[in-house]
């Protein structure tokens, strides 16, 4: 029986452990896309305990909690710090199979080096060892960050965010890691919703673009790419219900934006072709800035209409969606294509039940522009498990070119979600190790580190255009 969480943790061939030891386990970590607070990363946030670094705001763990039968007072509400921890490593201790076991554990013995399984039993322990040890100056923001062989990492920021902090991170010559901005717009496209006015006010004050019409708000965002551009932001990134080809005429697309402005309410056709009108605007102006593209989508949101009503959105009440026409977005890709319009894409669906749509529908739209122009992103949030993640890795190595893939991402808002990537990399190199040590290609090294390396570092480098900060 293997030991737990060992060294050599889901590395089950020889060749595995060969590959992530040498070739994965020191590349530079490459993030991509996550939701860390740029300020926090500026100010340099501590934290007195480990639940102000591991519960806040993670709903990942709060829908496990609620699983397991916990009070809301122990998740979102009132009690003490030190009771929601306990609560939480109670059911933690059970939690076989569930990825948070593998990742909490992980957290723990390379950011704390505790090895100790979190249970009830030993959460009285390891409450007062992390306590003592986050009191330490290595313990803050920035020091995580450093600590975990991250050379750039891009949060997820609003065309009307001043970037005020990206700007001083980017002057401080004492940080060694690149903090760079993504462009998130989904406030401005989402006309259905009710906070869509307000936001298109809040815009037109920032942007210093008066916006009545489609056209307005067009400039008004050209201009705040710039802004973005200027403050080093290479990527975008896009959360849909599905991906949308519902063409119209740019006459029919102003009158829905004009009758939207005044505070009529739209149909859900009139919504579609006002986001695809939006989508193939902002990847026109991608491709003039030489910028990807990321579209998540698959995700049925705030199920729960009394806990949304109680506690917002982004709170564990989301699930996935299964409707994602694929003849719609080969559509909307083969449309871009046709205008010149295509950026490099990256697709990500929340049902792994698309991963072969899209991996064929990526083979459709690929060139010389870059390796993997158009790449299947990683498995994402309810897949970013053992399963998820070799499903992904297998259906992308089965239709496509795994060796061009952009590897891995935290998507995350929490500074010690680092060993995701350590996780993630084991999963690669047992599956690799498996193929070799199978027949399925040869103890090639060379080779194989290569495409390890490319994988969990290099390939994203180059597909982003990512440069390490000068210090």
């Given at each position: 029986m293997q030991a737990f969480m060992d060294k050599d943790f889901l590395l089950s061939t020889e060749t595995a452990r060969r590959l992530y030891h040498e070739a994965a386990a020191d590349c530079k970590i490459i993030d991509y896309h996550c939701h860390l607070n740029p300020q926090e990363i500026w100010e340099d946030r501590r934290y007195e305990n480990i639940t102000q670094v591991w519960l806040g705001g993670d709903h990942y763990k709060w829908r496990l909690m609620r699983c397991a039968g916990v009070e809301e007072?122990?998740?979102?509400?009132?009690?003490?710090?030190?009771?929601?921890?306990?609560k939480w490593a109670a059911v933690l201790g059970k939690a076989i199979g569930n990825p948070l076991y593998h990742w909490s554990h992980l957290e723990l013995q390379r950011f704390f080096g505790i090895d100790t399984p979190l249970n009830a039993r030993t959460a009285e322990q390891i409450w007062e060892e992390t306590r003592a040890k986050l009191a330490d100056p290595a313990f803050?923001?920035?020091?995580?960050?450093?600590?975990?062989?991250?050379?750039?990492?891009?949060?997820?920021?609003?065309?009307?965010?001043?970037?005020?902090?990206?700007?001083?991170?980017?002057?401080?010559?004492?940080?060694?890691?690149?903090?760079l901005p993504a462009w998130r717009p989904d406030k401005a496209m989402n006309i259905e919703k009710d906070t869509w006015m307000a936001y298109v006010e809040k815009l037109s004050e920032v942007s210093g673009v008066k916006i009545g019409s489609f056209a307005d708000m067009k400039k008004a965002l050209k201009a705040r790419m710039d802004f973005f551009a200027a403050h080093g932001c290479t990527l975008s990134d896009h959360a849909l219900n599905y991906v949308m080809y519902a063409p119209a005429s740019e006459s029919e697309v102003e009158a829905i934006f004009a009758a939207r402005i005044k505070g009529r309410g739209i149909s859900g056709e009139e919504e579609a072709k006002f986001k695809f009108a939006f989508m193939a605007f902002v990847a026109g102006e991608y491709v003039r800035r030489g910028w990807a593209m990321q579209l998540h989508y698959g995700c049925r949101r705030d199920n729960n209409q009394t806990m949304f009503d109680r506690l917002g959105p982004d709170t564990g009440y989301d699930c996935i969606n299964n409707y994602a026409p694929s003849e719609q977005t080969a559509a909307f890709l083969g449309y871009l294509e046709k205008q010149g319009?295509?950026?490099?894409?990256?697709?990500?669906?929340?049902?792994?039940?698309?991963?072969?749509?899209?991996?064929t529908i990526c083979g459709c739209f690929q060139s010389s522009e870059a390796v993997s122009k158009i790449q299947h992103g990683s498995a994402w949030w309810f897949n970013d498990h053992f399963q998820g993640m070799t499903d992904q890795l297998t259906s992308l190595a089965n239709l496509g070119y795994l060796a061009g893939f952009v590897g891995m991402l935290t998507d995350s808002r929490s500074f010690l979600s680092y060993p995701r990537h350590e996780y993630f990399r084991r999963i690669l190199c047992r599956l690799l190790g498996e193929w070799v040590e199978d027949g399925r290609y040869p103890a090639d090294f060379e080779t194989l580190s290569e495409i390890v390396r490319g994988i969990c570092c290099e390939n994203a480098k180059e597909w982003f255009g990512f440069k390490a900060k000068q210090i």
């Open positions: 007072k122990y998740i979102t509400g009132d009690a003490s710090d030190k009771e929601k921890f306990l803050s923001a920035r020091n995580l960050i450093v600590r975990s062989n991250v050379e750039t990492l891009c949060t997820t920021d609003d065309p009307v965010d001043d970037l005020h902090f990206h700007e001083q991170l980017a002057a401080d010559k004492s940080f060694p890691v690149n903090v319009a295509l950026p490099r894409t990256i697709l990500y669906s929340l049902n792994p039940n698309d991963n072969q749509a899209i991996d």
